[in-house]
Each structure stands twice: as structure tokens, then as C-alpha cells.
């Protein structure tokens, strides 16, 4: 009885030690977020007067806790961090029940943090695949829009109204795409899914969807259709290079019709004789006002019954 009573104790110190400090406030809200086998750890930054503050992550699987005698392991990539997130996809590789502990470290002062309850990668969410189809080609092109790299593909391929006879494929490596032989005409065909994680034993399935494979056009029209074209653009060519040889002038001459040139502009100019206005000195110098009229550049003024032109 003693020795269970002091295993107790020693448990409720251990856990009191990691959990809590004298100096330093320990509620991070740690918590696990795990989707598509992505395991991300979160807490809430601590709220403490610190000048420096990192944190550090270390976990403990089964197999540290009962054959390492409870050794806990330091997250690679999580050690003095200054983040409050810490990706242990990699470092949480088995089905195994984790503990997650955080330790603090504020101005060298330090404590743990622990994660409520242990996580096991079997608890991570798997996102449905998208499955997408191409039917316009030939063979019919199905893919599946995942970022799992591990996945089993079990497709199920059967013409509307006769499930029992569908034929089951497997596609089992990255990227999941398939081709498939098109059965075209006016049936629908029906494909459906199940996606399976054999890592954890997990699976989800794909909702059901039927379309109608549209008829291909034949080779034969196709070259066809092809001639027809070819044979439409030479002889547009062909009447596009006769309408430039025989109604080019004309159609220049519409585009670019030329006016006649104003008889103002065919005026001689430089034959005419420049009228030059001189100054003439008159003695005696009376003193007279000028006007000069802005219609003219010379004037004629009388003195004394002579005449002066300036």
C-alpha cells in the first residue's frame, strides 16, 4: 500500500513540475490539428512580460514510454521557436498514442505545457477526393484530386441501370489517374469511388456520378471538315489577291481621294516685288504724331505741299 501511495505522489509531482511554474503562466491552449495525415501542433502564445521567448517541442510514443523508460523525444524541427505551431507529421510515424509536451523558455526561465490528451494519427480527417472526368477524348481520362500520396483507388465503372455488372479498378500510385475505354452513345455511364489508407486502415468514399459519353466524330469527317476548311481559306486568299491586281487604283483612289490644290496656293509669290518702307529724314524736324493705319504698311504725308511717302 506504501508503494502505491508513493507511486501516486510521485506522479502528481511529476506532473505538477511539468505542467506549472512558480514564474511563468502555463495556459497555451495546446491543441492537435490533423488532416490528411498532417499533423500540426498549436498553442496560444504565452502572455508574459518577456524581453526573449521561445518554445521547444518533444513528444513520447509507446514505444519510448515502456521500452526508453519514458524518454521523450525533441521535434526536429521545433526546438526555440519562436511560432506557435510545430508541423510532427514526420515525427509521429506509427499508430501509436502520442503525449505532446511544449517547454517554455522566458528570459531562461522555463516550463511545460502538455497536450490534454494523447494523439494518434488514426484520428486524422480525411478530406474526399475530388474525381474529376474528361470525356471528350478517347479513352475516357479519370483523376482524382488529393494531396495523400499512399491511397488505394478502388474505381467502380457500370452503364446506368446495370451496377452488377461493373467492372472494379485499382489505382494505386500518385497522382491517381486512370484511363478508360469510352462506351459512347445515348447511355449514361456511371463511375464511383472508395479511396482507402492503408497506413491507418481508413477509408471515404466518392459520391456516385453519371454522365453521358458524347459520340465521337469520326476520322473520316474529321479530314473531311478539315479539307473543307483549307479549301475555304485558299479561295478567300485566291479573291482577296484578284481584288488587289484588278480594282486596285480604284479602290485606292476611293480610300485616298485627292482635292484639288486652292488657286491661292499656285499664286507666284516670289515674282512680286516687295514693298520696302525706308525712312526718310525730314529738316527741319517739326515735332509731329504719326498715325499709321493697320491697314497699311506705307502712308503718304504732305508738308509744306510735298509729299513724302513713308
Known amino acids: 500500500m506504501c508503494s502505491g501511495l508513493i507511486k501516486t505522489l510521485l506522479s502528481l509531482l511529476l506532473y505538477f513540475t511539468i505542467n506549472y511554474s512558480s514564474s511563468l503562466s502555463t495556459t497555451l491552449n495546446v491543441s492537435m490539428h490533423s488532416v490528411n495525415m498532417m499533423h500540426i501542433l498549436k498553442w496560444s502564445l504565452l502572455q508574459a512580460p518577456c524581453s526573449n521567448v521561445n518554445y521547444s517541442v518533444q513528444f513520447q510514443g509507446e514505444y519510448e514510454l515502456y521500452n526508453l523508460n519514458g524518454t521523450w523525444v525533441d521535434a526536429f524541427d521545433c526546438q526555440e521557436i519562436s511560432e506557435n505551431r510545430c508541423d510532427l507529421t514526420h515525427d509521429l510515424a506509427s499508430n501509436s498514442d502520442y503525449s505532446i509536451r511544449i517547454k517554455t523558455n522566458c ?4 516550463s511545460w505545457t502538455q497536450l490534454p490528451a494523447t494523439f494518434n494519427r488514426r484520428e486524422t480527417v480525411l478530406l474526399v477526393p475530388k474525381m474529376m472526368m474528361n470525356v471528350d477524348g478517347d479513352p475516357i481520362q479519370v483523376d482524382f484530386n488529393t ?4 491511397l488505394n483507388v478502388m474505381l467502380k465503372v457500370w452503364k446506368e441501370g446495370a451496377e452488377l455488372n461493373a467492372s472494379i479498378h485499382v489505382i494505386r500510385a500518385y497522382p491517381y489517374h486512370f484511363s478508360i475505354a469510352a462506351h459512347r ?13 492503408e497506413a491507418i486502415n481508413k477509408s471515404c ?5 453519371c454522365v453521358i459519353i458524347p459520340k465521337q466524330t469520326s476520322d473520316y469527317m474529321k479530314l473531311v471538315m478539315v479539307s473543307i476548311a483549307v479549301a475555304i481559306a485558299v479561295t478567300v486568299a485566291f479573291i482577296l489577291g484578284w481584288l488587289s491586281t484588278h480594282l486596285g487604283p480604284q479602290i485606292k483612289q476611293i480610300i485616298c481621294h485627292q482635292e484639288n490644290i486652292p488657286n491661292v496656293l499656285l499664286d507666284d509669290w516670289t515674282t512680286r516685288t516687295p514693298i520696302l518702307c525706308t525712312d526718310v529724314s525730314l ?23 510735298n509729299k513724302l511717302d513713308q
Open 205 to 209: 468514399s466518392i459520391d456516385t456520378q
Open 283 to 305: 529738316e527741319p524736324i517739326d515735332p509731329l504724331l504719326l498715325l499709321l493705319s493697320a491697314e497699311h504698311q506705307c502712308t503718304t504725308v504732305q508738308f509744306g505741299g
Open 107 to 110: 528570459d531562461g526561465q522555463k
Open 147 to 150: 494531396t495523400l500520396h499512399d
Open 185 to 197: 452513345g445515348k447511355e449514361k455511364m456511371c463511375f464511383k469511388a472508395e479511396a482507402l489508407l
